[in-house]
């Protein structure tokens, strides 16, 4: 098992910024890809960013050249840096861990991203 637990999420005025965290605890060995999805109130959860083990990115492309996705492993974290948010950008904003060769994937709880003026 894994245990995903994020932080960072607020309020901030559009054209802001704020950094999510998410700390991975548990068997994380088998982990090779973690990630970013939001979901806005009455939306379906859509994503935002991943990393591989190799360090490889891939963006949505509504967050492309905003967002930036980053890790530390030897903190077993990974972070979201949001700049230039707009209030299209609201949502809860989950952690995503996935192991593509034992199919296995986990969530954390959320954090609320909320931008408004």
């Known amino acids: 098992q894994v245990q995903l637990v994020e932080s960072g999420g607020g309020l901030v005025q559009p054209g802001g910024s704020l950094r999510l965290s998410c700390v991975a605890s548990?068997?994380?060995?088998?982990?090779?890809?973690m990630g970013w999805y939001r979901q806005a109130p009455g939306k379906q959860r859509e994503f935002v960013a991943h990393i591989v083990s190799g360090g490889r990115t891939n963006y949505a492309d509504s967050v492309k050249g905003r967002f930036t996705i980053s890790r530390d492993n030897a903190k077993n974290t990974v972070y979201l840096q949001m700049n230039s948010l707009k209030p299209e950008d609201t949502a809860v904003y989950y952690c995503?861990?996935?192991?593509?060769?034992?199919?296995?994937?986990?969530w954390g709880q959320g954090t609320q991203v909320t931008v408004s003026s």
């Open positions: 995503n861990a996935e192991s593509t060769q034992f199919s296995l994937n986990y």
């Open positions: 548990g068997n994380t060995f088998p982990i090779n890809r």
